[in-house]
């Protein structure tokens, strides 16, 4: 019988292969990929199914998607997986059982058990979301051992900066591999999988974002997704509120390195404590990144450039080379220094890391245009004490009136109270007018009233539209205007009402944080 290579794209045998026990290493040759039905999206959302999609009914705190199975199919999809018995579908459909005790042999003829040509397929399984993962993971497993080492995985995670470093070390390993990244904010139980999933052959590189709100859930992604490559960014108190203590963040954290594997790669930020001290929770090889010649890969001589970015000598083993980068404040350093320990150590020229490193965009804080001449910097994705000090160090390097907006940063916890005050305590180093937004911005205000900044520079307003009221009477030419605080917040609304007409027909960057 005449055989050619497995198909290197998701196909509908794949699904019933994957769900009814059928090993990675097992997954039976196509006598031609013609026969194959193939798999064009997997979503989990009816309104982004199209002609080929596998759709997915989750059970979320709002909504059933099972509700939605009927939209998804009526949008093109050819398959649902649920975890309940369906209606009676139209005419064509097929239903496979495969819960508990009911999928034993049947992935050795998925053809035979679900008719090959039918219109429509529906697999019922105990849990969909537990069917997901396991199908994301199972597809991980399948392109590692068809790829054999042309295939690496990058996971990423911290409490700050995960989504600026995965975008910057993906367009530094695209200057020499087919990268696919986590879109947007992609990073949970839900998300990663459905990354994994758009995987083909033609894939190269996996830039996975990954992130956590407890205990375990990092090393369920890691599970799933099998990194050859960690990079952890930081740690700090950021969802607090949920985590407990920063003890425990940094023990969610480290479930990354935990997972790697003996030849993989641990990449740990030298310069906080709580990272570095993951070296001894690895079996992978470190290499650390930082400020101080200590690390592995460092930067010195930095130079911010205000709104042009930022200027630095990067320094590897015996050699060096001086980086000037479109990033934001000395923070973006640690960015860039992230996404040039992994070219470095996936074996990337000089030259391709610097072209990779320029051409990176800033994802999180951006500069747009403000009315009256004003320059509105954008940071409303979300907030923390840490974050929200490393913005106001960057107006502290920029001309200009100085004007910090900051609001609620929420999910602190215990921390709340002394979180608001030190970023209060760094506002009057840095502000010439400070405007706190919320009940718990106040707090801002309050520290730097405390701390000695004249009572005529502090402004308390209760919620964003009345933030955009002071501010239409403020503005001036040349003012740089921090806006900054928790998505709850709706702090984005501000940036909306005072932004040039002008500007919003511009091609402005994604506004995703880490």
């Known amino acids: 019988m005449p055989t050619v290579a497995m198909s290197t794209w998701l196909t509908l045998d794949d699904l019933v292969l994957a769900l009814t026990g059928c090993p990675p290493r097992e997954r039976p040759k196509l006598i031609s990929e013609q026969e194959a039905t193939r798999v064009n999206t997997v979503v989990v959302d009816s309104r982004q199914a199209v002609a080929g999609s596998l759709f997915v009914a989750l059970r979320g705190e709002q909504t059933d998607g099972h509700r939605y199975i009927g939209d998804a199919l009526g949008r093109g999809a050819l398959c649902a997986i649920m975890d309940r018995m369906p209606e009676p579908g139209p005419e064509g459909t097929s239903v496979l059982d495969l819960r ?3 999928q034993e042999g049947l992935w050795q003829e998925p053809r035979s058990v679900w008719g090959g040509g039918t219109k429509l397929l529906h697999l019922v399984v105990d849990d969909s979301l537990v069917a997901l993962q396991a ?4 597809w991980r497993q399948v392109l590692a051992l068809e790829r054999k080492d042309e295939l690496r995985v990058v996971g990423i995670t911290g409490s700050l900066g995960k989504t600026t470093t995965k975008e910057l070390v993906a367009a530094v390993l695209a200057q020499r591999y087919r990268v696919l990244k986590s879109r947007g904010n992609y990073n949970n139980e839900i998300g990663l999988p459905l990354t994994l999933l758009e995987l083909t052959g033609d894939h190269q590189r996996a830039v996975l974002e990954m992130g956590t709100y407890g205990l ?11 990194p050859d490559i960690g990079v952890v960014t930081n740690v700090g108190p950021v969802h607090l509120e949920r985590m407990g203590t920063v003890e425990r963040i940094a023990q969610a954290k480290a479930e990354l390195v935990q997972a790697l594997p003996e030849d993989g790669v641990a990449i740990l930020n030298g310069d906080d404590e709580w990272v570095s001290a993951m070296a001894q929770q690895t079996r992978a090889r470190v290499v650390r990144y930082g400020l101080t010649a200590d690390c592995d890969v460092w930067a010195g001589d930095v130079e911010s450039r205000g709104l042009d970015g930022v200027g630095f000598r990067l320094h590897h ?16 350093v640690h960015t860039a220094l992230r996404a040039a320990a992994v070219g470095l150590v996936d074996g990337l020229s000089w030259d391709e ?10 994802l999180r804080l951006v500069a747009v245009p403000g009315v009256n001449g004003a320059v509105l910097l954008d940071d409303t994705y979300n907030s923390s004490p840490d974050s929200a000090i490393a913005a106001l160090n960057l107006l ?25 005050r030190r970023v209060g305590r760094r506002a009057i180093e840095v502000a010439s007018i400070l405007i706190t937004v919320g ?3 106040r707090l801002i205000g309050q520290e730097a009233l405390g701390c000695g900044m004249p009572a005529e520079r502090v402004i308390e307003v209760a919620d964003a539209d009345a933030a955009v009221v002071c501010l239409q009477g403020l503005l001036q030419e040349k003012d740089m205007v921090l806006i900054k605080g928790s998505r709850g917040m709706a702090m ?13 027909d511009m091609p402005l960057r994604e506004n995703q944080g880490g």
């Open 492 to 504: 984005e609304r501000i940036v909306e009402a005072l932004t040039l007409p002008q500007a919003n």
């Open 396 to 420: 502290s390097e920029l001309g200009g009136r100085k004007i910090a907006v900051l609001g609620d940063m929420l999910e602190l916890g215990g921390y709340a109270v002394e979180g608001h």
């Open 216 to 226: 375990g859930e990092i090393a369920l992604l890691a599970q799933i997704a099998c």
């Open 353 to 362: 890391i610097i072209d990779g490193l320029q051409g990176g965009e800033q």
């Open 439 to 441: 009940e718990l911005g």
């Open 317 to 332: 083993q015996d050699q060096s080379v001086h980086v000037h980068i479109p990033l934001l404040g000395w923070h973006s």
């Open 135 to 138: 199908l994301a993971r199972w």
């Open 100 to 102: 508990a005790g009911r």
